[in-house]
Every structure is written in structure tokens, then in C-alpha cells.
């Protein structure tokens, strides 16, 4: 699985900082997301059919989703006090918030059924029963107290400790109303407590149910969170569990909007994958990386039950994904770049081995060695996920050859479709904004025998890189 | 008797110059002169570096009492100090060293432990709840600091408290207070504030900014007639200004509020002989300054010479707050 630069430099970051959460027990969620795992195929679909539902509810009524949202809101992480209700009486703050996420049941469960009569496996229940122990003047105020109803002693207690006050407000000064006061204060502290413990061992059976709502609101946090997101980005539904890999139209929000910035289009990125390699050939810049990453990104947001941003999708269940590419943490640090990369490519082999179904994506491998070693290298590699059943592999290289071992090739067009007169401009004013605005950024299906485009001199020359160096590369 | 000059200041904080100022009995007394005219208070403090340590080493009792009905806004561990019947009306999730703020209602009278959010945002956020939940007028327990005056934009009123446990030397302390007492006095600076980097110049043609002085020196030389000056003032900022003296005779400085001067006194006083004055963006109200003439640390100045001092120092820097023993508050 990939590490946390992997997952900020696939875009995935992006994603789920993005997902708009209003619980605590939604984010928790949203921060370790679940990779749904063979044998759990039961649960990713329900977790589609909700996000599906909920994105219906988006589209549909957004003023009963943002009630919905508004109510979840002032709800606390209870747990550690809900754990701690065997052990000692909770605290006056602690059951308060106790309180406060039994009467935001009362107002949610309700909304949940209108907004989403649908959801499967996901009923958040008000717990009326519990709410009365908490609240037995039955104010349903958002406040917390220890009534009085709870002890008479209690009460007594107070009564008291009222009369000593007021006389103390008169200007009666003296020690002994003080220590009658202290004494008082001490005395109602006591049997607070003991109140308390009494009320929390009275809750004790709800705590399962407790939980159980807990851990429904934070499903449904996340759920809201990601049809949101998927509304807002046009993302639908992929179909997991076919024996076909073909995901098309693919974007991937991180690249779309840095690009935008610039005023310039995410291409969509459409691939068909097959057993063994599939190969990605294409000039510099010319994007084969962002299409990998739009790919991993992309599964893996299907593989935890997410909406994916593409026209549609339709994959098997991945047991692993596995990426190498510049940007793993190990080759950030230490270990020179080709020797972390080849540990990093057998550690992948070794462990990927045993695995029903993988998805292995190698961006530019091999990339720090030489041509011809590089080349063979690449094709190795190629030949040996070709001889693997369990295994989508998806190069993308610029190495010539390679692509002929692949069962499938796609290219980017980078700037063989531009205009010959256009390019001459930009090479003379040697604008890299330019040159991007005149890159075709699609991917094509190509022959295998299709050598990779010759483009490395054209971009030299647009990007305006000495002019000495241009007519030296030419001499050769 | 501060009470009568509370008028139309809605959030008032006390802030002392040193430990044992008299900020305690300064708000204890207000406190209960609010509750007797039939006010619900809010109270709160602001969080203060070190706060966890002082309070667990110094296991000293609290000794804020309030009555039934005031608001209180503390950090959770801190409830537990005090001794009040309490509802609880909100927990904020504000973090502080001792426990997220929560907001209580005292439901008998009793003693409270203050401590609050040490972020502005948050800060105000724990102020405007009291208003939300009820409280007619919020009381700040301000920071103790030399080197900081609290947080000012906070409260539309000050009350500043000053001792004898500042510095055994009665006129260091004197001048001190003086000079913190007319930082808090500063005039509203009632124009436009253009906020163009860290300096902000208003000229003739226009305002100039950058992040230093050297940035808009060509720009200084035109006539200039206000800057603006963002974050925090130090003496080193004051340096800067120094060297730009010629170009920014009679110039009138704005800061962002009070809290951001954290310039000596020899360097302000330096800096006010040649600009044309100090102005504040968001500007509070001086109440009244307090004056406890007892040292925690034996030191004891004369009750009567420590006030007049004080009032004097006022008076030489134009500042016509009054000044109360703390025995009289």
C-alpha cells in the first residue's frame, strides 16, 4: 500500500482534504480509510450504495443535507467517556457531552430517515430511555446539571448551602458562615459524585448502543463527505468486482486544479488494463506520470468505497496497489535513487507474490541508469508481470522497445499533433506556458511497435535552454 | 467604586503588571459590585505562557468568588478547583494545557479558577459565547507579563493594576506604570489602513509598502504623512525607524493595537521625539489604574507617595485615567 508521500503525490491527500467532515468520528475515519479487502466485497458495495444514496440527496434536497450536517455538528468524540463508565462516576462536563449527543439523536435519527430511507446498515437511533436517566426533568435543555431529583440529600444539600449564600450576599462575613459555607460546598461535591456514579452505572447497558450510534455517525459523516465531493467533482460509482479493468475518462482533482490555475484543463485519461504489462510511452512532459498517478488514485478510491472522478469505471477487486515512482519516501532519503528503486521493485516482486490480484504501476523505472542497461531493465520487467497471473502492471517509460512486450500500449501525443508554424513561434519566444497550451496531454492507444516520440530536441529548443547547447545536440 | 466607570464598556479586562498587583480584589470588587446592580457577568481569563506550571506548582486556592447565576468560561481541569454548584452549558473544544474551555452557569456562589484560550481567534470566540449564553458584561482576567500587555483588541475597556512587587525601586515601577498606562491610552487612529506588507506608508501620491523600511526609502523621501505598522512593534523596529528619523519627522505611527508595542521605554520615548505621535488601528479604553503599594517580596513602597507618583507620571504623560489604591477599590 502506498506510503504517506505516495498518497500526497497520487493526489489522494488532496482528496480527503476536500472531504468536508463535521464529526470527530467522521474524520478519524477519513484519516486511516478503510482499503476494502477480498472477501469484504459485500461491504465496499454497501458502502457504494450509500455514498450513492446520500449523493442523491445531495443533487436532490441540499437544504435537508446541510440540516442534516448542521445537527451532527456540535457532536463530541464520547468514547473515552463511554469506556470509562464502568470505572469511575463521569465527570459534570463529561456527561454533559453524554447529554448533548443523546438529544442530537433525538434530531438526527429522524432526518436520516427522511434523507436516506435507503441507507444500508447504517441507522442511527435516538435512545429515549438513556436521555431520561440523563435528563430526568425531562427539560431536553442543552445544558447539564445534577437535578435535584436525583438525591434528596442532594437537594437538601443545596437548600442549605442557598440560605448560607444569601446570607453572606447580606454582609454576614463572619468565620463561621464561611466554614459553614466551605463545609456545605464540600458536602455537595460528595454527593455529587456519588449522584454521578449512581447515574453512570444507570447507563451502563446503553453502552453498546451508545457505541454502535457513535460509530453510524461517523460512517455517515464520512459517506455525506464524499457524496458531497463526488457531487461537486461529477464522480460516480465505479463497479468493483468484474473481471475487466476499464477505467475511462479519468481526472484527478489535484492535477485539475493546479492546472486551472494556469488556465489550463486536466485531459481526461481513459485506459483499458489487461494481465501483464501494459506499456505508456510518451514524450517529456508530456504527462505519463499524472496519467499513473490518475490511475492509482483512481483505484484506490474505488478499492475504499469512494466515488471515482471519471466517466465510468469498472474494476476487479485489488488486493494491493504498488507504486514506484520518484516520489516514495525512501527515495527521498538516503540510498542512492536506482539502489532504493531496485529495493524497493523486489520488495514489491517478493511480497506481491501470493496476492490474487495486484496493481503494479512503475513510473519511468530504471529511469537512473543508462539507455541501454536502462531498456533492458524495463523490458525485463515487463516480461516478468507478463508471466504473472495475479498482476496489472502499467510502465511508463520513454525507453525504445519495451512497448512490443506490452499487451496493450497507450502514448501521449505530446506535441507530435502541433502545428508546425505554432511551435516555431514558441521556440522562438521559449515560453514554457506555451508549450503546455500546445501539448496534447491525451493518451492513445498505439500500436506496439510504435517507438516513442522524438520530442526531447523540440522541447530543448521551446524552453529556450541555451542556444550553444541546441547546435552542440545537433552536431550529434 | 470602579463600577461607576465601567459606563458603556461592554468587555473589560484587568490586567496586572506583575504578580501580586491587586488584580484579584480589582476583580472580586467589580464582580460584586456588577452582581449587586443586578448584572450577569461572564467571566473569563486569557491563557498565559507557563500557565500549566504555575498552577501545579502553586497549588494556591482560587479566589475569585462569584454568585449564583454568573457565567464562567475555564479550562476543564481548572473546574474542579473551584467550588461553585454548577451547570454546564457548553464545552467549546478550545484547547488549552488544562483541558478544552467549557462555559458554566454557577448555580450557588462559590470560588472559581480562571483560565482561557491563548489565541486571539479563540479568545474572542470564548468572549462572544458568554455574550451568546447570556452575560450582560464579560470580565477578563488579564495575563501578568513585563514584557506584554495581554491582548487589548479583546476588551473595549482596560483596567491596568500596578505594585509594588514590579521592582523595589518605587519610580522604575512608577514610570513603568506610566508608560504602560499611556500605551493603553494611545489615540485611535482614524483613518484609512491600507495594509500593503509590514510597513505601510500613506503619501501624497498614494500608499506605498513592503516588508522593510529600505523597501519604500525612495518613497519615505516624498513627504509621508502616516505609517502603518503591522505585527509586532520592538525595539528593533524602533531602530529601523531611527535610522529613517529625517524622513519621518512629525509622521504619525499606527500600530495594530496596544499589544503589538513591545518596545522599551527608553526606545519609545526616543521615537516620540521626532514623529509627530503613536496611533492604535483598534484602540481600547484606559479605566482606571490601580495601585498596591505592598510587595509580596518585603519591599513595601509608601501607600500615599506610590499613588501620588503614579498620578503624577500620569498627569507628565498626558493620561487622565484615575488611579485607586487597591485597598480603596
Known sequence: MFDKEQLNSIGFRFVTDRTELVT?????????????????LDLLKTEQHNVSVLMDAVRDDIAGVNTLLRLMMPIKDIRRSIAALEARPLSEVELFEVKRFLLQLELIAPEVKKLGRDLKELSITAMPRALDLIDPDGTRSPSFYVSDRLSEKLAAIRRERRRVDEAMRRGDDSDETRLERTRLAAMEEEENARVRGQLCERLLPYREELLDNAAAIGRLDLA????KL??????VIPTVGSDRFVMKGMVNPKFGEALAEKGREFVPVSMELEKGSVVITGANMGGKSIAIKTLALNTMLAMCGCAVFAESAELPMIDDLYLLSEDREDAMSGLSS??????????MLAESGDKEC???????????????????LVKAAARLFNSRSNTYAVLATHFDGVAKLARLHYQVAGLRNAPPEKLDLIMRSGSVESLAKLMDYGLYPVAPDEDPPRDAVKIIKALGVSEEFTRLIEID | MLYELLGGIKTLSVIGMCKNAGKTTVLNSLISEC??????LGLTSIGRDGERSDLVTNTKKPEIFIREGALVATAEQLLKEGDISMEILDSTGIPTPMGAIVVVRARSAGYVQLGGASITEHQKTVRDRLFELGADRVLIDGAISRKSLGNPSLADGVILSSGASYDADIRKTADDTAYFARLFSLPAYEGEAPDLGRFTALTPKGAVGGESLSDIARDLKEGVQTLIIRGAFTDSTAKELTEYAKPLTGVTLAAQDASRLLLKRENYLRLNRFIGGFSLIKSTRLIAVTVNPFSAYGMHYDKNEFRERVEARLRESGVSAPVTDVKDV
Do not use: C, I, Q, W
Request: aromatic content about 12%; overall charge negative.
Open chain 2, 35 to 40: 452582581e449587586n446592580a443586578g448584572e450577569r
Open chain 1, 338 to 347: 536506482f539502489g532504493g528503486e531496485m529495493k524497493a521493485f523486489d520488495a
Open chain 1, 358 to 376: 495486484v496493481l503494479a504501476l512503475l513510473d519511468e523505472f530504471a529511469r537512473g541508469t543508462n539507455p541501454h542497461e536502462g531498456a533492458a
Open chain 1, 230 to 235: 463526488a457531487v461537486a467533482y461529477n464522480a
Open chain 1, 24 to 40: 470527530p468520528y467522521g474524520e478519524e475515519l477519513s484519516r486511516r480509510p478503510h482499503f476494502y479487502k477480498r472477501g469484504e
Open chain 1, 224 to 227: 455525506l463527505g464524499r457524496a
